[in-house]
């Protein structure tokens, strides 16, 4: 079921305020999917999803490999009978103060702030379609 992203239900918006373990989907060079858990938090006023990870990861890679346009990624969570995915173009944020922004909002949802890492940066996901039943 789609979802009018001006217009998101409360209950839609406080389903990505739970503390779910959702997947990111990238596409691999080859077309196939990668699919793996992450933290993500959703601000739905700028309409924009935040994933903190490693510089050397697997779903940086295959951002950074769909050029400066960035790539057509999904993150979807599910628990029982609810779920959502939000759908949109992912670039590689690596600026310190998105980054910290990034995780003091990681910390909000989750309840844990994240040790210190050098290597960490944010996936941030420009939200183009919102789908679900939650």
Known sequence: ???????????YLAFWGEYQ????????ANGTPHVVPVGVTYDAEQRIARIITRKDSTKVKNI??????GARVAVCQV???????????????TDAETVADAVR??????????????DR????????KALGRA
Do not use: C, F, Q
Not at 1 to 11: C, F, G, V, Y
Not at 121 to 128: K, P
């Open 1 to 11: 079921m789609a979802h009018d992203l001006s217009a998101l239900s409360p209950e």
């Open 21 to 28: 373990m959702p997947t990111l989907t990238t596409l691999r």
């Open 64 to 69: 950074l490999a769909a050029g400066p346009d």
């Open 79 to 93: 628990d029982r009978g609810r779920w959502a995915t939000l759908e949109g173009v992912a670039r590689v944020r």
């Open 105 to 118: 909002r990681y910390a909000e949802r989750y309840g844990r702030t994240p040790e210190p890492n050098p």
């Open 121 to 128: 940066l944010m996936i941030e996901i420009a939200v183009t």
